[in-house]
């Protein structure tokens, strides 16, 4: 029905950059907040970015000055760029789009998850 594809992970030294982009497919009327979800081995997962449907966003403080994201509401696509990034951010990234609206109703969503490893 809708499906979250992500894209842009992969491994990086410390310092680097990388930019994760993540689309919805589907009978989409609208999506709530977009957002980035990270999960280290055996931690649970947390949330690392959001951004409102009006374009308000939140961070984790320990990314706050390094990391951006950013939606396009007309192609349903949340991006999260990712600067100056440190080995602490190796985890598998996850897409999340919240009060999804179709034709079917509303939900909440997750992507398949992205791997980001940053090496020291």
């Known amino acids: 029905q809708v499906q979250l594809v992500e894209s842009g992970g992969g491994l990086v030294q410390a310092g680097d950059s990388l930019r994760l982009s993540c689309a919805a497919s589907g009978a989409i009327v609208s999506i709530g907040a977009m957002g980035w979800y990270r999960q280290a081995p055996g931690k649970q997962r947390e949330l690392v970015a959001q951004?409102?449907?009006?374009?308000?966003?939140n961070y984790r403080d320990s990314v706050k000055g390094r990391f951006t994201i950013s939606r396009d509401n007309t192609k349903n696509t949340v991006t999260l760029q990712m600067n100056s990034l440190e080995p602490e951010d190796t985890a598998v990234y996850f897409c999340r789009c919240e009060a999804v609206r179709t034709t079917m109703g509303w939900q909440n969503y997750w992507g398949r998850g992205t791997q980001v490893t940053v090496s020291s």
């Open positions: 951004i409102t449907s009006g374009g308000s966003t």
